[in-house]
């Protein structure tokens, strides 16, 4: 599994901790060993400019997603065919303010939301309520899981 991590932020992340976890997720969503993931975290300026461009919204925002193989979640019977999962980019600032208003480090605003970035790429979404409550309980279930195997 190809895990690229990319800071170019002026913030320090556990880089460590990212690649575990992006490991983590990809091996619980049954994703082949040979995906290969990008991971980029970004200052405010630099996401906002993709803000703008992709999405057509201004400001910075927390985390985007550009899946590219469109690969999707395998299963216990049959992993993912391997190919190019996307990149995931996080912006760290962003990420802090979230972290303040949600009462826990900013690290763990950043895996939620790497978490939250590798479901996009496999093609989970939240629009709707049913969505939402799907990707979200996948997302705690995923960072619970990876929480209690970090602690052993």
Known sequence: MSIEINNESSEEVDEASLQRLAAFTLNFMKVHPDAD???VLVDEG???QLHVQW???SGPTDVLS???DELRP???DAITPPGLLGDVVICPQVAQVQAESADHSV???IR???THGILHLLGFDHAEPHEEKEMFGLQRDILVSFAA???R
């Open 66 to 68: 550009f899946p590219m």
């Open 37 to 39: 993931l990008a991971i």
């Open 46 to 48: 630099a996401m906002e």
């Open 112 to 114: 939620l939301l790497l």
């Open 149 to 151: 195997g970090e602690q």
């Open 74 to 76: 395998g299963s216990a």
């Open 55 to 57: 999405m057509d919204e």
């Open 107 to 109: 690290m763990d605003e």
